[in-house]
Each structure stands twice: as C-alpha cells, then as structure tokens.
C-alpha cells in the first residue's frame, strides 16, 4: 500500500519553495493496481507490484492468454526462489495477490491503471476510453509505451490531468529503471503519485517530457539501427559488432542481442513511431530488420533474431 501526503496552493503548480507552504492538503492512496495485458511486460508489472505489497488485478483478451501470462508469472518467480532471490514463502504470496481477469469492468475500484498492450495508438487509445467509463474518478491511468505520444492516448479521456506515461523496462523484475512521461496536462500531484510509487517498487525513476521516444529509447534506437545497418552492408559480423560494443564501450549486452531482447517486432514499431514524429533519418528502419519481421524471426521470443536461442 503506497501512502502519501502533498501540499500546495491550489491553481498553481507547487514549486520548490511552495512545497512548504501548507494550504491545501491531498491525500493520495493507492492499494490496487489494475494491469491491462499480460505478456511480457505486463506480466512482469504485475509481478514487481505483487511482490511489492500491491493488490493486484491483470487482464488479457482472453482466458487462453490470461492462463499463459499467469503461468509465465509463476515460472519467473519460481526461478528466483530456485536462485534463492526470494523465499517460497515470498513467492507465495505475491501469487495470492494476482487475480486475471478478461474483463474491462473488473478494473472499476483499481486506484492505478496501467496499460500494458502492444505499440499501436488505436489500440491503447481505445483501452484508456473504456477505463474511463469504468473506473472512479480519482484513478490514475498509466501506459507503458515505449514511444506513442501520451497526449494523444490522454485526449480520449475526461481526466487528462491524471494521465501519464510509465515506462518499464525488459525483464521488468530485474531492469531498476522507471522512465516517467508527463504529458501536457499531467498534474504534478500525478507525477509525484507515480515517482513515489516506482520507488516503492524499487526502481530508479526518470522523468521524461512527452516526446518520441522520451529518453532511453530516442537514444538507443539510432545506435541499434546503425549496427543492424553494419550487418546488412557486410562491415562486421553480428558477433564482432557486439563484441566491440560490449567490451570497448563496456555495455552489458552488444545492440544486435539487445534487438534480439527487446523484440524484432517491438524495435521496429518504436523507430518507425519515432521516425513518423521527428522524420529524422536516423530512425528510418533497415531493410533488414523489416525483412526479419516479415519472416517471423522476432528474437528471443521466436527462438530466431540475429542469434539463435532454444
């Protein structure tokens, strides 16, 4: 259970120096989080939150789906009692706290919502539109976007000011970064609720303007499009490229097997989301990575990117 108190005059954003200022007090309570999609992202939001004390309630489009992301749910947390991260005790009772669900109404006493649905602008603008006429008022409603402009997913609402975007990062349980997005009417009593509630999840949060790719991912794409770039035109080979990567500029993981991660799929529909905004050229998709789209090879997922995976 998150619980917090902020002071500030009303009809003016609180600065600094007026935080301290004690004319108007808002309570902010947050006891259940609603998580619209259970893949891989959205499971692993539940997870965090369920693990984190939260109550926690997950949907998916159907009980096929639903069944598949709360077993993977379950799998991820076995494994880290297997590793000795969290006891089964631990796991237990992160598990009593998750309830799936495929339907909308379930969500109407969630304090938070955060919607988890793949990188398509109807899609999610239509999810936010249905949890609108759900849920009260006082709910805060959250994307996980990774580049859509959260203003417009805000605009079919009628609490734009309580719309924001919250941006996980993969694996969920084990990434430490929250990147936070205010869109244009987002009140700062929304953005302190959520940086305060990432903390409480243990992640470092960020706070990002809404524009095309925010912060990580306006800066990563390029780096991982100009080595797919590399790979295509025959400079180096998959593994060299990562190699240098990883130990000459000591990142954790080469950009190719960071595709491979992320998704074939997903990397493509955030340059091209980013690229539609800035027309940069950076951002233009290889046709090598629509290529490998086209034919199912997708990354880790698939078993199939520019590596191979069991």
Known sequence: MLKFILEFPLNHPPKTDMLAKKKVTTFMEIRRVGVVGCGQMGGGIAQICAQSGYMVLVSEINDTLLKKGLATIKSSLDKSVQKE?????????????????????????????????????????????????????????????????????????????????????????????LEIVRAEATSDVTIATARTFGESLGKTVV?????????????????????IRMVESGTATKEDIDTGMTLGLNQPIGPLALADLIGLDTLLAIADGIYDNLKEKQYVPPPLLKNMVAAGHLGRKTGKGFYKYK
């Open 207 to 227: 706070i990002a303007r809404d524009t095309p790719g925010f912060i990580v991912n306006r800066l990563m794409v390029p780096q991982i499009l100009n080595a």
């Open 85 to 177: 991260k969290i006891t089964k005790q631990d796991s237990d009772t992160a598990l009593a706290r998750i309830t799936g669900t495929t339907h909308n109404k379930d969500f109407a006493d969630c304090d938070l919502i955060i919607e988890a649905a793949v990188e398509n602008l109807d899609l999610k603008k239509e999810i936010f539109s249905q949890m609108d006429k759900v849920c009260q008022k006082h709910t805060i409603f959250a994307t996980n976007t990774s580049c859509l402009p959260v203003s417009e997913i805000a605009s079919v609402t009628a609490r734009r000011d309580r719309v924001l975007g919250m941006h996980f990062f993969n694996p969920v349980p084990a990434m430490k970064l």
